[in-house]
């Protein structure tokens, strides 16, 4: 608004209406999951058991459940420290300080490790979502980090994060920046948790007619259990008309390119590469990298489509999978990773099913010396078994609308999330107030 008037603080200007308090004099609880004798080691982390939370499990503010680690009900018993409860803030305060979680109902009562402390307001001078919304912001992930110290690695100690000034409005106006923010959030979840379902359903489905082969008879019955006619094969018994093919048969495996570090610009085509893939299999743009406009034209035979299916073979992350929708395009593929393509375009829901299931059964053969890595011959010659091209005409008609609307609920949240970001520091700056 044109007529706020702003007075000079430590942090910069701030509303003239506006507090300011270090973080020490505010209702504030702080808690961390410190090292003790009773900390779980690694050999003791579980999959599935009370939540371990770590800086890694955070994820665009919210914890995101791909990749957690469990703990069991009896030592999470043993713990003292580190139990988080719903609307807690959640801060990394080691390594990548300043990254900001919030815990939501279903994280109620589960542990945080060492590298995390959380932050729990009373919401009486404090609103903890609008707490959430000002650690979150550009602005503040600098503050911190200007509080911690280290050499070897940095560090924000508790004593520290103390002395953290927390600029706020009155109570009325962070909820109304909360509410703003947060419903803008909660849509961005809600159409995360609709993709899951929709990610399950199609699963389902190829598990269904291609593992169970219960695919749909001449009478829409389920073909095995229904009698269906089942012969012998060299992956064991098949439905009769079916055949055992390979992979080569029935997609291309594209390379990358080598791009160069030092033709990245700051705008101009989004280069994709192996750090832009999600634990979940989508592909974000976080750490993005971009080259010059001519390199899309230029480098043509590496431009991604909609849909293609990609697989990390080599490093750490060997085997990790990326799917590529809209969202993400145009873009073109880097190095480090092989590109699935379906050589009838109608089948590549049917590639991104079938490859995702091929490398979790033979995950287990990558070999290597320096590094690991996937032999693309060993995967052009992997034996499947192929249906009838009607069965895979059906089914491909069945997942398109399926996987369809997950590409736009992508495209939505990366909508969502760019407004919320313009939104989030003209809210916490007071440029932009909230009316009723």
Known sequence: ??????????????????????????????GDGNYSSKYPKKDELLDKGVPFISGKDIKDGRIVEDGIRYISEAQHNTLLKGHIKYRDVLLVTRADIGVVGYVDKKYEGSNINAQLVYLRSDDKLLNPEYLFY?????????????????????QLPIKSLLKVPIKFPHHKQQQQIASILSSLDDKIELNRKMNKTLEEMGKALFK??????????????????????????????????????????????????????????????????????????YVVKDEVIYLPEPFYEEYSNYQLRQFDVLLVMVGASVGSLGFVTSNALPALQNQNM?????????????????????????????????????????????RFVCPKVQILNTFNEIVLPIFQELDKNLAEIDSLAQLRDSLLPRLMSGKLRVKN
């Open 1 to 30: 608004m044109k007529n706020t008037k702003y007075k000079q603080t430590e942090i910069g200007e701030i509303p003239e209406d506006w507090s300011l308090e270090l973080i020490g004099h505010l209702p504030i609880g702080i």
């Open 134 to 154: 000002l650690l979150s912001s550009g602005e503040y992930k600098n503050v911190l980090r200007s509080y911690s110290s280290g050499s070897a690695q940095s």
């Open 208 to 281: 269904r007619w291609f593992v169970d082969f219960e695919f749909p008879n001449e009478n829409g019955k389920p073909y095995k259990s229904s009698g269906g006619e089942m012969v012998e094969s060299e992956l064991g018994m098949i439905p009769k008309g079916w055949e055992v093919g390979v992979l080569d048969n029935i997609t291309e495996i594209k390379n990358g390119f080598a791009f160069k570090s030092e033709d990245y610009t700051d705008n101009g085509v989004f280069l994709l590469r192996t750090r832009n893939f999600t634990q979940s299999g």
């Open 338 to 382: 092989w590109n699935f393509r379906a050589r009838d375009p109608k089948n590549q829901l049917y590639i991104k099913l079938l490859v995702e299931k091929l490398v979790k059964q033979n995950i287990g053969s990558a070999s290597g010396s320096a590094r690991d890595f996937f032999r693309k011959d060993f995967f052009r010659t992997i």
